[in-house]
């Protein structure tokens, strides 16, 4: 079992950069894939990115090819989204989420969650 908190929100100029993290506790780190979710208001929430255990394959939702990076640091049971060029329309509340022993694309079991933080680009 893992609990995960994030961290990182804030506002951001159109253009901008913001670097989000994600700690995990609990009994292990180990097999979790892990992803990154983000729902604006009145939305459904998006898969944004994702990535295996260890963490040598990711995934990312269109929207943000090429402006996003999901990565993990294993050893800080901490998993990370750069991005940078924000655009308004990423306004949303972000969500780290696990999914034991599956790769971490769109369709995984996603079923830890954590709270959620806010980001805010604005024009």
């Known amino acids: 079992q893992v609990q995960l908190v994030e961290s990182g929100g804030g506002v951001v100029q159109a253009g901008g950069s913001l670097r989000l993290s994600c700690a995990a506790s609990?009994?292990?780190?180990?097999?979790?894939?892990m992803g990154w979710f983000r729902q604006a208001p009145g939305k459904e929430r998006d898969f944004v990115a994702g990535?295996?255990?260890?963490?040598?394959?990711?995934y990312y939702g269109d929207s943000v090819k090429g402006r996003f990076t999901i990565s993990r640091d294993n050893a800080k049971n901490t998993v990370y989204l750069q991005m940078n060029s924000m655009k308004p329309e990423d306004t949303a509340v972000y969500y780290c989420?696990?999914?034991?022993?599956?790769?971490?694309?769109?369709?995984?079991?996603?079923?830890?969650w954590g709270q959620g933080t806010q980001v805010t680009v604005s024009s």
């Open positions: 990535i295996n255990w260890p963490g040598n394959i990711v």
């Open positions: 609990g009994r292990t780190f180990s097999n979790y894939a």
């Open positions: 989420a696990a999914a034991y022993g599956v790769s971490g694309g769109p369709q995984s079991p996603y079923d830890t």
